[in-house]
Each structure stands twice: as C-alpha cells, then as structure tokens.
C-alpha cells in the first residue's frame, strides 16, 4: 500500500527533484563547453575569479575558456604569445585583475624584477 504524503514532504521531493535535474544539466553544459573547446585553450573557472565591482565581462568570461594571446613586449617589441594555462594562473590562482593583459616578454619580466630587487 502506498504511503500518503504531506504538502511539505511533496514540496521537499519536487525541490530535490528540481535540484537533481539543474545539476544534471548543468554538468553536460560544462562537458559540452569542454568537447567544444579549441586547441592551445584552457577551461575557465568563474567561482575561482577575484571578486571586480564592474558591470562589464571579460571575453574569457564569455567564452568560458581561456585562449593564446598574442602581444608586443613594451620594452623591446618583440611578439610573446600569453598562453592559456598562465592566464589560468593568473586569474585563478594568483587572484589578477580580470582586465589585464600580458605586456611583457619573459626575458624583459626577469630582468625588471631583478633589477628591482637590487
């Protein structure tokens, strides 16, 4: 024989139900945004971004990966290629600003920070 419910035990059982399927489409989102990811890309976690006060989102943001970015060194012109896992490490882990780029080449950034030290 079947068991009657109360409003709120079948309030509770339609909530995790709900739950249940938001989380189940959530995780296919995030496995079909990483089938469809290009090469030389990194995935992107929100959650894990420094707090902005801006109404804007960055590109990355949008796409939900980062990319390669090509840049000229400030100091001595020459083309660096900014690659997707150390913007991941910059935005992520070293809690960057969202809106910043890579400006330096990687000879230039060792050269000023020993300079500096000095």
């Known amino acids: 024989?079947?068991?009657?419910?109360?409003?709120?035990?079948?309030?509770?059982?339609?909530?995790?139900?709900?739950l249940r399927r938001q989380a189940k489409r959530r995780a296919a989102a995030?496995?079909?945004?990483?089938?469809?990811r290009p090469p030389h890309t990194a995935p992107m976690d929100v959650t894990r971004l420094r707090p902005r006060n801006s109404y804007g989102k960055p590109d990355f943001v949008t796409r939900a990966y980062y990319r390669d970015l090509h840049f000229f060194c400030i100091d001595c012109g020459a083309k660096g290629v900014w690659t997707a896992a150390r913007q991941e490490w910059w935005y992520e882990l070293a809690q960057g600003?969202?809106?910043?780029?890579?400006?330096?080449?990687?000879?230039?950034?060792?050269?000023?920070?020993?300079?500096?030290?000095?």
């Open 30 to 36: 995030v496995l079909q945004a990483i089938e469809l």
């Open 97 to 118: 600003k969202v809106f910043t780029n890579a400006r330096r080449a990687n000879p230039d950034r060792v050269l000023g920070k020993t300079v500096v030290r000095r």
């Open 1 to 18: 024989m079947k068991a009657f419910k109360s409003g709120r035990q079948r309030r509770a059982d339609i909530m995790a139900a709900r």
